[in-house]
């Protein structure tokens, strides 16, 4: 893989405090910069959006849940790289 892709990972997360931040640690342990991880809190009534922002990756909130592929369309709109 050329040293010049720029790669991102989007998260769509739904009632996901209990799992998250594992996934993160998982992820954050590669060389992926955290601006390049996008969690998507797809109307979660936990803290799951908490546990992203102090995990300093990137989030943006969809009021209510509107299932897993959306959610992570919806993130994808807001990445700019090489691959998702």
Same mark, same amino acid.
């Given at each position: 893989m050329s040293a010049d892709?720029?790669?991102a990972f989007v998260v769509p997360a739904h009632q996901a405090a209990s799992t998250l931040m594992r996934c993160l640690d998982a992820i954050?342990?590669?060389s992926i +910069?955290? #601006? /390049? =991880?996008l969690v998507v809190d797809d #109307?979660?009534? %936990?803290a799951t959006g908490e546990i992203a922002h102090q995990a #300093? =990756? /990137?989030l943006i909130r969809n009021d209510t849940p509107l299932? +897993?592929?959306h959610a992570r369309?919806?993130?994808v709109k807001?990445? %700019?790289t090489d691959i998702v």
């Open positions: 892709l720029k790669i954050l342990s590669t +910069p955290p #601006g /390049q =991880v #109307g979660s009534r %936990d #300093g =990756v /990137q299932r +897993p592929a369309n919806e993130g807001h990445i %700019d």
